[in-house]
Structure formats: structure tokens, C-alpha cells
């Protein structure tokens, strides 16, 4: 049987058209945290010309095999194991996708994982990251301030993520932000581009 994930057949729509436009020119991409591998196969679906790298921890592996075989796409490699605390890939991607990892991490994890990101992309390459992101220290909803108690209970390490914290990371890692757009569900896409300014943001806004 292969694995479901609610939230992925809820988000990936929104989602999509985001990347139709922000990946519209990039050829490789690294998807980090593929989870059950849904996003991997509908977005590589929806971008055809992309050649879209899922990854995930070793034990994440096996249901996002499922889910390649069961669609059976041209630009869908084999998923790679990737743990942000271990060894990255050796490629080079112009394109990094995550949705829904963040918050799952401790905060050390994250760091790990934008101090990684310029081993493994080009000198033009592409962020996008979705998720919930509290605001300056502040939550943006209600239910946002009740899943991360919720978090919290499973792990204190997880939590949601200032979006101005992971900005800094961004930036200190050579990715200036390019857009901070609302998703459904107290949601947001961040979109960052490495070795441009914030003063090029204009020329991006897909919305």
C-alpha cells in the first residue's frame, strides 16, 4: 500500500503553481525531506522538464520508492538518503525544494541545512521553502499556536520558525530572499535566490 499523506493532497496544488513559475527555467532539483514521496511525483508531473531528486532519511526511502514505481515518470531518479546531519549529496542542483521539514527539525538541524545548501547548488540556484512561519516572534494564527504546542509535546526541540530567523541563515549562506508568499491554511512559500540581491525581488513575484 502506499503511504498517504492528507496534507500533501491538500497543499500540493498551491504549491505547484509556485514552482511553475519559480523553477520554470531550473533543470535539476533537490527536494529535502520527501516524506511519503506525493509532492516528488505530482510536482515532477507538473514540471516536466525538471528533473526532480527526492531524498529523505534511510527509513523514509522505501514508501517513496513506492510511490515513483507507481507513477512511473521519466524525471523521477531514485531517491537519494539524506540527513541533514549526515553527508549531502556530491551533485549540484539549481533548484532546492522543502516543504513541511522545518519545524520538525531542531534548530541546530536547520542551521546544518542552509550551511550545507552551497556544497550542493549552483551559483544561481533557487530556495523554495513551505511551511508555517510565526512572524517576528509572533504566531499568524490561532491553529498555528496549537500545532506548535502540539510539537512541542512530541519533541521541545521542534517548533515553528521565525521566517526572519531563517532569512538570516538564507543570507549568510549566499541566498537573498525573493518573495515571502501566502499559502493556504496560515501557510507561506519563502523563495530565496542565491547570489542575487533583495533588490532584484520585483523581477520575481509570481502572484
Known sequence: MLPDSPACV???GPILEVLQHGFADRQRVLE?????????????AGLPRLVWQSSDREEHLPGIRAWLAH???????????LDVDGPWP?????????????HIMGWPQVQRLFAALPGVTTADARLVMYGPFNDAGRFTSESNAA???ALKV???????RDWQAVDAL??????????????????ACLVWQRGATIADAGSYLPR
Open 32 to 44: 529535502i525531506g520527501s516524506g511519503t514521496g506525493q509532492h516528488a511525483v505530482h510536482f515532477a
Open 10 to 12: 491538500r497543499n500540493r
Open 154 to 160: 512530541r519533541d521541545p526541540r521542534m517548533g515553528i
Open 170 to 187: 538564507a543570507m549568510a549562506s549566499g541566498f537573498a530572499l525573493q518573495a515571502r508568499l501566502p499559502m493556504p491554511a496560515n501557510n
Open 71 to 81: 507513477a512511473s515518470l521519466p524525471n523521477t531518479p531514485a531517491p537519494l538518503a
Open 90 to 102: 556530491a551533485g549540484r542542483y539549481d533548484a532546492v525544494f522543502s516543504a513541511n521539514t522545518l
Open 147 to 149: 500545532f506548535d504546542a
